[in-house]
């Protein structure tokens, strides 16, 4: 018999938690129990921290409500945590972001860029549904042929 316990320390990726940096704007599911009912209660806000460690990651996520900052942490692995979905990447030049704290929540926004997208938009096609793809196909009426477009040059 072996004393291999690895197996208990390993993390196990789950698909359902985006990997977030620090930044980020995210929405995070977590399972309420009040009594005997369960609720599932969405938490946005901005990624301040992020801690590694397997088992023990963790990730705190700052939000101001009503002109009062509210900050929670997360475990990865937690149970609770049903999935997090990452609304806006931050482009940050640091890990911890505490120095959030003292600014008010509209300067908060000023302090994150948004990461420009890697592909132009204009690249970029996006499938519609039947109805507009079939509005798409129709022709266009041509425009009527005035003197403005001709006489200019």
Known sequence: MTNDIRWLTESKRRPSIAPVH???????????KEGEKERTQVFHGVVIRVR??????????????YGIGVERTFFVNSPYVEKVEVTQHGDVRRA????????????????LKAK???????????????EEEAILEEPQPAE???SDAEGRE
Do not use: C, M
């Open 52 to 65: 590694k460690g397997g088992n023990n990651a963790s990730f705190t996520v700052r939000q101001v409500a």
């Open 144 to 146: 009527s042929s005035g």
């Open 96 to 111: 911890r972001l505490f120095y959030l704290r003292g600014l008010s929540s509209k300067a908060t926004r000023a302090k």
């Open 22 to 32: 620090p930044g980020d704007r995210v929405k995070v599911s977590v399972k309420a």
């Open 116 to 130: 420009a997208k890697a592909i132009a938009p204009e690249l970029v096609v996006e499938e519609g549904t039947p």
